[in-house]
């Protein structure tokens, strides 16, 4: 049976969002396309939007709301249109600028490549931020989890995530190894698979930018250029050094390298001055675990920003709570870090707070931070109340176990609470 062809319709109201020069301008009901996603991600997808309406609705006494705009991408999409990623979904984004979406299945091994990477490198969506933060009540492995309050600007389009490999045996793994060989004498296994691991300037440095500007921003006190410039010198070292020299060039007024600070302040950096400090990669792990209120924003390479999240999330709580966004000069996708675990699908169980989070992400973004505030406030109410799903239900003693609609209910609640 031959694949539909996908025709997109955009909804009959709402407007776009303007990429102007000094930032985006936001109307009052914004178009924002939306990609359910595989597995559970209808399910989480539905929870957020409920919630991210309830508090848009409350914030702003109805004069403001999101226009929904229903676009293809993964399975169904595959199915439907016989494209994962389809080009008019992209296109949408382009138009819209600002994108919600859940998780997207990706097969290990064989088969298509990430979606998300895919998405990312489309729509240039340079850096994956991902805030990693606890909710109290949440259950933690560790035992402080308050101390950790960090966010993560991991660049999303390079490093080994940009696809540049070839299978072992393949007629391009084959000539890369005899190129390597006899113009570089660098002696490879025959029956090796092949990848190319690049780090430019430019990306490497429009990421550490970006997490200054954060940083300033927002209040944070410190930026950590987390790489493994100890082994991988030219790729992670250069971004060490690239990073630094954004600081040093761009924003010399707002920010002190750490080695300024020991040699000319004692150690104590002064008001105003965002301290640049750097970490070796796997230094990094522990340091988050036994010293974590030392770090505030890390700005990494590609690969070592993703073990990071995942790592830092699990001590507040796992994957289930944490959100994320992509993000570009303008152009911006939220989604949550987890995946679409496909055996729960349909059994509306799982955590939709990573998803719900995300929504807080995309307001924040729009520039609509009061319902951001009001949202993720609930979502800590509901928390509290110890009404939540299994995945934190059974790990908490006197906890309600609720499914993920009831728990998406109740934050809507607390968001009417909040009102009154």
């Known amino acids: 049976m031959p694949a539909e062809r996908l025709v997109l319709r955009p909804p009959d109201a709402g407007h776009k969002i303007l990429i102007a ?14 990609i359910e996603g595989d597995g559970i991600g209808p399910e989480v997808v539905r929870a957020a939007q409920g919630a991210i309406d309830a508090a848009v609705e409350n914030t702003f006494g109805g004069r403001r709301r999101i226009v929904w705009y229903p676009i293809p991408a993964g399975e169904k999409a595959m199915f439907r249109y016989g494209d994962m990623l389809p080009e008019a979904t992209l296109a949408a984004i382009r138009e819209y600028v600002v994108a919600l979406k859940g998780p997207l299945t990706t ?16 729509l240039d969506l340079y850096a994956n931020v991902r805030p990693i933060y606890w909710i109290p009540g949440v259950p933690s492995p560790v035992s402080h989890p308050e101390r950790l309050d960090i966010v993560i600007f991991r660049e999303a389009t390079e490093d080994v995530y940009a696809g540049i490999e070839w299978e072992k045996g393949s007629p391009e793994a084959r000539r890369m190894i005899e190129v390597l060989e006899k113009e570089f004498h660098a002696r490879v296994r025959a029956d090796s698979g092949i990848g190319v691991k690049p780090v430019s300037e430019t990306g490497s440095k429009r990421l550490v930018r970006k997490a200054i500007r954060y940083a300033i921003e927002n209040g944070r006190k410190s930026v950590t250029l987390v790489h493994k410039g100890n082994i991988m010198k030219y790729t992670e070292g250069a971004f060490r050094t690239w990073g630094y020299e954004v600081a040093r060039d761009e924003f010399r007024d707002s920010t002190i390298a750490w080695d300024a600070v020991v040699k000319d302040h004692a150690g104590q950096a002064p008001d105003g001055k965002v301290v ?31 073990y990071l999240s995942d790592a830092a999330a699990a001590q507040i709580g796992g994957l289930g709570v944490a959100p994320g966004g992509n993000i570009g000069d303008a152009h911006a996708v939220f989604e949550p870090i987890h995946g679409s675990a496909p055996k729960y699908a349909g059994m509306d169980r799982v955590n939709p707070t990573g998803e719900i989070l995300a929504g807080v992400m995309m307001l924040e973004y729009l520039g609509w931070r009061d319902a951001g505030a009001r949202l993720r406030d609930a979502v800590k109410s509901v928390v509290a109340s110890k009404r939540l799903t299994y995945d934190l239900a059974r790990q908490l003693p006197g906890a309600k176990e609720v499914r993920t609609s009831a728990f998406a209910r109740a934050v809507i609640e607390a968001v009417n609470g909040a009102r009154r």
């Not at 020069?21 to 939306?34: A, H, N, S, T």
């Not at 097969?107 to 489309?122: D, E, H, M, Q, T």
């Open 21 to 34: 020069e000094g930032g985006l301008r936001v109307p009052d009901d914004p178009i924002i396309p939306l």
């Open 107 to 122: 097969p290990v091994s064989g088969g298509f490549r990430s979606l998300n990477v895919a998405l990312r490198k489309a």
């Open 276 to 306: 640049i400090k750097d970490v070796i990669a796997d230094n990094m792990f522990q340091q988050l675990l036994l010293r974590p209120d030392e770090y505030d924003v890390l700005a990494t390479t590609n690969l070592n920003g993703d």
